[in-house]
């Protein structure tokens, strides 16, 4: 059974930085590319960032130089480390996995989400 779990989310200050974790199991996920999602109230869910199989890497434009997605393949761990954070970075956050790209619909499996909350 597939499971993809994240962590690492919180309350954190404008400016600050976090950095989220997805645990994978059930399966090897290193031949797979992964992403990050997020979804604020009231509003779809949106494209954060996504890494392949090979460790190329994507970014909305949002957060472009501010976010960093990586992979630990041993680990089989996804990262999204996220610096300079503003208030409209405020979402749960979701890791997904089986696709690389934007598209919400190609991705395969999905965590539960993490909280990301930017207080000014």
């Known amino acids: 059974q597939v499971q993809l779990v994240e962590s690492g989310g919180g309350l954190v200050q404008v400016g600050g930085s976090l950095r989220l974790s997805c645990a994978a199991s059930?399966?090897?996920?290193?031949?797979?590319?992964m992403g990050w999602f997020r979804q604020a109230p009231g509003k779809e869910r949106e494209f954060v960032a996504a890494i392949s199989w090979s460790g190329g890497t994507y970014y909305a434009d949002s957060v472009k130089g501010r976010f960093t997605i990586s992979r630990d393949n041993a680990k089989n761990t996804l990262y999204l480390q996220m610096n300079s954070l503003k208030s409209e970075d405020t979402a749960v956050y979701y890791c997904?996995?089986?696709?690389?790209?934007?598209?919400?619909?190609?991705?395969?499996?999905w965590g539960q989400g993490t909280q990301v909350t930017v207080s000014s």
């Open positions: 059930g399966r090897t996920f290193s031949s797979y590319g």
């Open positions: 997904a996995s089986d696709w690389t790209g934007q598209d919400t619909r190609s991705y395969k499996y």
